[in-house]
C-alpha cells in the first residue's frame, strides 16, 4: 500500500487525567483488545519485570503511579493505533503537554465517582486550545459512582463542552447492570445476573430525557472538540471497552496537518518525510542501556536508512537504528507513516522539540512547552569517585527533561530546578537505580527563574539573592530569591529584559 493510503488507517491519541483516574488501566484493556498483550492486570507491577504495561519504569511499579508518557501500538479493525499514556500528576506536565503536541485526539478519563477534578481540568484546556477531537471515558462504573446525568452536566458546565452519550450506565458498583448503547439502542450486560428491571427503567428514564434534551449527534462538532463523545465502562472490569473502542476508531481523525514556523501547512500527504522529537528517553531497556528519541511523523514516509537533516544545526543523521512499541517488545522497522511514533537510537543527538527532515526543504515544527521551573536543589554525588556516572545521569536525565539543570556562571555548582518534588524524587530513585549514582541534595527552596539575553547578562548582576547561572544550554538565567528582589533588579537594570517560560 502506498503511504498516502496507509496513513489512513493511522490513530494516534493521548489519554489524559487527573491521577489515579484509570489511563494505564485502560491503556491496558486497549492493548489487550488489540492482541498487543496476553493479559491484563499487571498494571499495579505486583513485582513482574514484564513491559506490559505502560508504567514500565521500575519507580512506577513502585509507586502505582505514571511518572512519564509511554508510547505503545497496536493493530485493531484494520487501523494501527498509536497510544500515549500520560501521567496524571502535575509534577510531570510538562511531559504530559509536550506529548499532547504529537496527537490527533484525546481520550479523557475521569473517575466517575470523582467527576472532573482539577488536573483533568487544567489538561482539558490545552487540549481544548488546540481544537482537536476529545472523547470522554467516565471510568470504575464497578464501584459506586455518582448520578450520570450530574455527571454529564458537570463535564459540561466546568469544561465548558458540550455532550454526546454514546452509552448509558444501567446502575453503577454493586448493582451494575450494564450499559445501554445509545446508538444502537440495545442493552450490554455486565455479567450474567439476572436483569434488575427498576434500576433497568430508572436507567431508561433517564435516557428518555436525555434524548429529549440532548445535544444532537454532530461529526463536524467532534472533530473540531467542540463536542465530546462520552462512553462509561469500567477498565478494571474490562467493561465497555469494546464498545469504546469501535466507536472511538470511526469518529477520531487520521494523522492531519501541521503548521511550520513559516506558517507553512506541512500536510501528512506531502512527499518530503518531517517530524519532530516530542519526548527521549533513556534506560527504556535496561539490558542496553541506551536512548531513545520519540519523533511523531507529520508527512511522508520513514525508510530504514534514510538521510535526513536535523533543523536546528543542519546536522546530517542517518536513521539506521529505529523501533517501534508493541507493548511486550521493541520492533525494528523498515517503514512508517504519518502518525506513527517512532523510536530512533539517540547517542546525544537530539533535544526534545527537534525537527527533522528529509530532501533540501528546510522544515522546522514550532517549538514545544517548557516549564519554567519553581524548586531548587544544589546537587553533588554521594561518592566523589563516582563523578562519571554522576555526569552522565545529569546529563541524560536532563536531556529527557526529568528536572532542568542550571550551572553557576563559572561552571563547578549544579542546581537542578523542577516544577514539583516529584520530579526531584524521580531524578534521585533514578540516578541511583539506572545510573549508580547517590546523590546529595542541598535545597535552596523556591525562586523565580528569568531568562536573559546573553549580551545583556554580566557577572556583576549575581548576588545570594539574584543568582546568575547558565541553563544547559549554557544561557543565562537569573534565579531570583523571591519577587521583591526581581521587582529590585528589574528596577536597578530597567533596560535588562527578564524572559519567562511557561
Ligand atoms: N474499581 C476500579 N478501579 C480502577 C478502575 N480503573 C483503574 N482502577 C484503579 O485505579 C488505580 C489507578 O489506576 P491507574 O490506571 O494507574 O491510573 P492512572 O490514571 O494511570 O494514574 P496516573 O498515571 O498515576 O495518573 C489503580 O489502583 C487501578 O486498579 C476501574 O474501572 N474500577
Ligand atoms: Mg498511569
Do not use: C
Request: net charge negative; glycine share 8%.
Amino acid at each position: 500500500m502506498n503511504f498516502k493510503e496507509e496513513l489512513k488507517n493511522r490513530r494516534t491519541f493521548a489519554i489524559i487525567s487527573h491521577p489515579d483516574a484509570g489511563k494505564t488501566t485502560l491503556t491496558e484493556q486497549l492493548l489487550f483488545r488489540g492482541g498487543a498483550i496476553r493479559e491484563t492486570g499487571t498494571v499495579k507491577g505486583r513485582g513482574s519485570n514484564k513491559m506490559a504495561s505502560s508504567d514500565w519504569m521500575a519507580i512506577e511499579q513502585q509507586r502505582g503511579i505514571s511518572v512519564t508518557s509511554s508510547v505503545l501500538q497496536f493493530d485493531y479493525d484494520g487501523k494501527r493505533i498509536n497510544i500515549l499514556d500520560t501521567p496524571g500528576h502535575e509534577d510531570f506536565s510538562e511531559d504530559t503537554y509536550r506529548t499532547l503536541m504529537a496527537v490527533d485526539s484525546v481520550v479523557m478519563v475521569v473517575d466517575s465517582a470523582k467527576g472532573i477534578e482539577p488536573q483533568t481540568k487544567k489538561l482539558f484546556e490545552i487540549v481544548s486550545q488546540r481544537g482537536i477531537p476529545i472523547f470522554t471515558f467516565f471510568n470504575k462504573l464497578d464501584r459506586d459512582g455518582r448520578s450520570p446525568l450530574d455527571l454529564v452536566d458537570e463535564l459540561e458546565s466546568i469544561l465548558g463542552i458540550q455532550a454526546y452519550p454514546m452509552n448509558w450506565p444501567v446502575g453503577s458498583g454493586q448493582i451494575l447492570q450494564g450499559i445501554y448503547d445509545l446508538r444502537e439502542n440495545h442493552l450490554i450486560k455486565f455479567g450474567d445476573k439476572q436483569l434488575d428491571q427498576s434500576i433497568y427503567d430508572e436507567a431508561l428514564e433517564e435516557i428518555t430525557l436525555l434524548q429529549d434534551a440532548g445535544n444532537e449527534f454532530d461529526k463536524e462538532a467532534i472533530a473540531k472538540g467542540k463536542l465530546t463523545p462520552v462512553f462509561f465502562g469500567s477498565a478494571l472490569a474490562g467493561f465497555g471497552i469494546d464498545q469504546f473502542l469501535d466507536n472511538y476508531l470511526k469518529l477520531a481523525p487520521s494523522p492531519k496537518a501541521i503548521t511550520d514556523k513559516n506558517d507553512q501547512e506541512i500536510l501528512p500527504e506531502d512527499d518530503q518525510f518531517t517530524g519532530f522529537v516530542f519526548k527521549i528517553q533513556a534506560n527504556m531497556d535496561p539490558k542496553h542501556r541506551d536512548r531513545i528519541a520519540f519523533v511523531r511523523i507529520v508527512s511522508g514516509e520513514f525508510k530504514h536508512g534514510m538521510d535526513v537533516t536535523l533543523s536546528r544545526n543542519a546536522k546530517k543523521i542517518k536513521l539506521s537504528n529505529v523501533t517501534q512499541f508493541m507493548a511486550e517488545e521493541r520492533e525494528n522497522i523498515n517503514s512508517a507513516v504519518p502518525g506513527d511514533i517512532i523510536g530512533v537510537y539517540d547517542t546525544g543527538n537530539f533535544q526534545i522539540g527537534d525537527t527533522i527532515y528529509a530532501g533540501k526543504k528546510k522544515v522546522e515544527f514550532p517549538d514545544l512547552p517548557t516549564f519554567t521551573p519553581e524548586l531548587f536543589n544544589r546537587v553533588i554525588p554521594k561518592d566523589v569517585l563516582k563523578q562519571k556516572s554522576f555526569h552522565k545521569g545529569i546529563e541524560q536525565l536532563v536531556q529527557e527533561g526529568t528536572v532542568q539543570l542550571f550551572k553557576s556562571w563559572r561552571g563547578n555548582e549544579y542546581i537542578i530546578g523542577a516544577v514539583g518534588q516529584l520530579q526531584f524524587e524521580v531524578f534521585s530513585f533514578r540516578m541511583e537505580n539506572e545510573y549508580n549514582s547517590t546523590t546529595i541534595f542541598e535545597p535552596i527552596g523556591r525562586k523565580i527563574a528569568r531568562w536573559l539575553n546573553p549580551e545583556q547578562a554580566d557577572e556583576k548582576m549575581s548576588s545570594t539573592r539574584t543568582m546568575l547561572m547558565k541553563d544547559r544550554y549554557d544561557q543565562p538565567v537569573i534565579l531570583f530569591e523571591n519577587q521583591y528582589a526581581l521587582n529590585w533588579f528589574a528596577d536597578k537594570y530597567p533596560d535588562v529584559e527578564l524572559i519567562e517560560k511557561l
